[in-house]
């Protein structure tokens, strides 16, 4: 469960209701400037009870810092943060060791760890998780900003319905301020309401939605990266899909790309103020597994939450008899606003590692 | 550049236009039997010099075992494999390191590597890589094989035109063998031949188009992966991303899902011939980061080859001059066909990897 | 600051004067159980205050779990343990920046974390951090138990005095109990009290001593380990080296066998109740860096408590004087006996992994 | 196999009689010049047939360059070197799967890798390994000498008759230099002459004998390593241990620190010419895992060579029968004399990575 990196390294562990949940930074240098309270906020930006597109769950997510800061820089040492777990309902899971819920981590997690696998909440595969992500994240979202890089994301799409896109180009921090001073994470907040009467909609027919989160890098240098398997892909897309419920990840055109001729894909390089850019972005600032110095621009999609209140099939696997569930409590409709930060999150994991 | 599992590495080396270019796996267990013949078959599916859609570069590209083999089965120490580069035109490829071609790795590679890069046939960022990951993921391919695991792509569209795809539920070993015996990778011989036109209008074009490779994995175990970054879709998609040209992996109904509502997307759990399993697979095969039991499918996004014979734009990154560049020389206008053995190879080392 | 196995990480985090102090391990299968009451046991033999030879500091050492177990069982989720500091005393450590004590990691942490260094106590340099090693260590202690494999120390030398040495042919898990309900960790009674006395001369002298800690593993399969950078006396001198104050490792003959002739030091083959045995056990269990099914033998040298009362020549790095320093506070004049269990906890966490 | 550094990779691969042994250096910068004539002779330091106190096998060693040079300098992709094997006698091997060498690797590589073990030579686990091994510790050795840092090692004793140590304060390239310009490599130059005489006596009691080799650094800067599992000793250890025949290692006083005071072995610091320095070094340039910017001392000790002339016991593994067995063939009477260098290189291996 560990993001490792070429120097640096986040441990993630806690089950969804386990006492705790949390990480430690292992390679992180001494002297780096924690700003608590400006974590705090990122960090809020991924808790849940934020309105009515989120789960009923309330947690403070309040990370406890048991190691790696003498006052709030920090010292060399690994960096340990603890999110306790307090407001957990472990009635609600119980019957799901038997009966697996559809597209979640029930049927192959018990499988793999047999009766011993900790479902409560989802154990160890819950968005939960997240929380110590974005605790790790945003120390690392720091430390690069503080290196004049910075990292935003916002809801593309949620249930079909675009936000306007970032500008390949063009994007820069003021977008990144526009999303987050939002209290809906999207650029154009038209397509925002959109997205939430859309979330509302399959809330109150007990169903759920899944969307895509486009996040930016600007500020990186050229050349980050390498070939084949160190190459920057490779290590975002392993970060990004180690988010629940990602099922696809792109660079640029993506997708796209594969219906496009070269000449139309190509990103012809021209001198912009004086230094080396390219006139388009179709390679979302990656080339041959490296930066170009142009932004990064990557999708991430997310499908939507396996938990839905309708009655859905599944097999008792005691029995070895088919039946039917249902699923009760509290549940995201859709995950994708929260998942925005963790999207920063990570991706900022990774540019640290590389720049380290 | 190498590919490092738990259990086993892949150290891919060369360059273009070095003596040669190889791998070192390391982690093997002994007593592998590595059936040479197929090791080559399945390597020519990825050759140049097959068609008209491939480049007029031809090599043999035969593996030499200089270590690792005692006759033809492992014998626990690291297998090297050896592919010699022969058939190269060194000459054509000075002027790059001064005028960087569009969507080519020279630019940041000069920026991160200096005048010393060895741009030759674009170095280690040359598909020529490719040819060792094929000789290792054959000998991964034979395994798994041997333990009762198929891995088969085919091409799932070029420059827009669609083959038909796998079933996600019953695609079968004869599905991979019906496009291994095809002499171009589709199960649609219509949208092959569709697709074989598409490859050369862009070629007399002076163009290149790009595509799509779906790839389906079966018989495997239920469990494969873990939480987080120890997910099945990190690993999976780490080693894809490192294919030259890949800019966009997806798992299942990918991009789609995100369209999708839960109740839509979920995969309910059903008897089949009295076995657990799911009755449609939007997961790909893969919940929580592990595997399902269902047919694992992967689509890889490559866009198209940049060298293509227009004049493009481009700087002088000596005298920091706008100029127009002309790439002549031997270049594929597709490498859709000989990347989905390659698609094959990758899958197969991380599944490999996971299963030791 | 990991313990970076095949299957098996353990991140320790904390600095000795830290909230608190920790370890997550990551890679335990589910299923495992874990007694508490015995690992309390065991970290109780490494904890401070049990005699006149140990620090005055006392502190309960008792891990509280955040993640990882069910009950008292591995779900398969990454297990995190925390031990609070609790009885520290800040103020005796804020001169030690300016003037580094001799042969301490005071200088050279400095130089590398620069002012932001958590001296006190040492930081993450502090003997401290062996308390979650060793509840790390005490969980693999108790698998390995479980699958037949033993893993005992005791002190074989202290300040000269050397204790009877395990039996290299013969040693048995009576031994490693003698060894534990002896309240010093001795096998002859004797020696063990010639040690203190050496010891409480040391510390009346305001002196310390350094002492040698043999390590012993029974029941071992035959070929664990591997060739070169994977054979096991790197993985398990990489590991003892880790633990401070170490300064030489050695497995069997150690030192000695380079005095030796071959035909002296060769361990002949034998039948021994109709299993392969060697007849001597020179190789200390391991030849080729694979276990051989014979006892491994394992000594690890610890140099004296580097914190003594004497006063003692330094550097004022401010001013850039030489100076004169004092230690005052609570200091073990000698850690060796504390270190028995620490010994045996990487022992068999490096040996788990390998197991796994 | 692997080295497996932060930065740095090196895949050593082969077996004695395989088509070649090699290694692949993963992790290396552009830009670095490899001078082929000095590492030439730097592996002729390693090579066989030096004189009487080698095996009689004559091998060129002459590294064949396939990947990561343009010209003489790395180009920033992973340095792929192969040596020939040429001069192997294959059909004295045949008979050790059934009645294994005892002290050899023989025994446990049967149990692990079955029939399919490569016993020719000794596998994978012939000292013929080191010889990739100095190829890249050829580099290392030239790319820290270009940053102001020296490695070099003499025998420090064979057969019990020990050469003069080095000055753990002054040591310096002079020392270096002196052991080199000897054919043999001792400071003393009479202390080679009886360490040879040791030898040759040995050989004709067709017997063999062991011996220390001890290595120091000089000019490293202070700061290199960290606590716990990141010590510098754990690296120089792990990787001095994967050298054949390597079986105890320590730093500084090693395990005769063990039996001093802490007033008798603490380093004091004082200035000398107007910078921190130890007016000892007990600690043989490592506290805390970190360098003290004082000289590294390292200290290896090799074991006798198993392959001896005398007949020995042992067990026929097929028929499970005792028996006795005779080693015909050429073999060194002592490995020590060639294992200097690659003692050097290793510890370079290691500085390199914990540098970039």
Redesign the interface.
């Known amino acids: 469960?560990?993001?490792?990196g070429?120097?640096l390294?986040v441990?993630?562990?806690?089950?969804s209701h386990?006492?705790?949940?949390?990480m430690?930074m292992?390679g992180l240098p001494?002297?780096i400037a924690v700003d608590r309270e400006r974590l705090q906020a990122f960090m809020a930006r991924r808790a849940p009870g934020q309105g009515s597109f989120t789960t009923a769950r309330k947690e403070a997510d309040t990370p406890?810092?048991?190691?790696?800061l003498?006052g709030n820089?920090?010292?060399?040492?690994?960096?340990?943060a603890?999110i306790r777990n307090s407001d957990t309902h472990s009635r609600d899971y119980s019957q799901f060791l038997a009966v697996?819920r559809?597209?979640?981590?029930d049927?192959?997690?018990r499988?793999?760890?047999?009766r011993?696998?900790?479902i409560r909440g989802g154990?160890?595969?819950s968005a939960r998780?997240t929380a110590p992500?974005c605790a790790a994240g945003g120390i690392a979202l720091q430390w690069l900003e503080s290196k004049g890089i910075q990292i935003g994301a916002h809801i593309a799409?949620?249930?079909?319905i675009q936000d306007r896109p970032f500008d390949p180009i063009a994007v820069s921090g003021k977008d990144f301020d526009r999303v987050r001073e939002n209290g809906f994470p999207v650029l154009d907040a038209e397509a925002g309401r959109s997205m939430l009467a859309a979330i509302e909609e399959?809330r109150l027919?007990q169903?759920?939605?899944?969307?895509?989160v486009e996040c930016a890098g600007i500020g990186l240098p050229?050349?980050l990266?390498?070939?084949?398997?160190?190459?920057l892909?490779?290590?975002l897309?392993?970060?990004l899909?180690?988010i629940?419920a990602?099922?696809?990840?792109?660079?640029?055109?993506?997708?796209e790309?594969?219906?496009?001729?070269?000449?139309?894909?190509?990103?012809?390089?021209?001198?912009r103020s004086?230094r080396?850019a390219?006139?388009t972005n179709?390679?979302?600032g990656i080339?041959?597994?490296?930066?170009?110095?142009m932004p990064l621009i990557i999708?991430a999609?997310?499908?939507?939450?396996?938990?839905?209140g309708?009655p859905?099939?599944?097999?008792n696997?005691d029995t070895?008899?088919?039946t039917t569930l249902t699923i009760t409590g509290r549940h995201d409709p859709c995950v994708v606003p929260r998942a925005v930060p963790v999207v920063e999150a990570v991706t900022a994991l990774v540019l640290m590692d590389k720049l380290l």
């Open positions: 469960m560990q993001f490792k070429n120097k390294t441990t993630v562990f806690g089950q386990a006492p705790a949940v949390g430690v292992d001494a002297g406890e810092f048991l190691s790696g003498a820089t920090t010292c060399g040492a690994p960096v340990c603890v697996p559809p597209s979640h981590a049927y192959p997690a499988v793999k760890f047999g011993n696998f900790d154990g160890q595969f998780l992500l799409a949620i249930a079909g399959a027919a169903d759920s939605v899944g969307g895509i050229v050349g990266g390498d070939a084949l398997f160190g190459g892909e490779s290590a897309s392993a970060g899909f180690a629940p990602v099922k696809a990840v792109s660079f640029g055109s993506g997708f790309a594969a219906a496009l001729r070269g000449s139309q894909h190509n990103d012809p390089y021209i001198l004086g080396v390219a006139a179709h390679a979302g080339v041959g597994g490296m930066t170009t110095g999708k999609a997310f499908k939507p939450t396996p938990s839905i309708q859905q099939r599944s097999v696997l070895m008899e088919e």
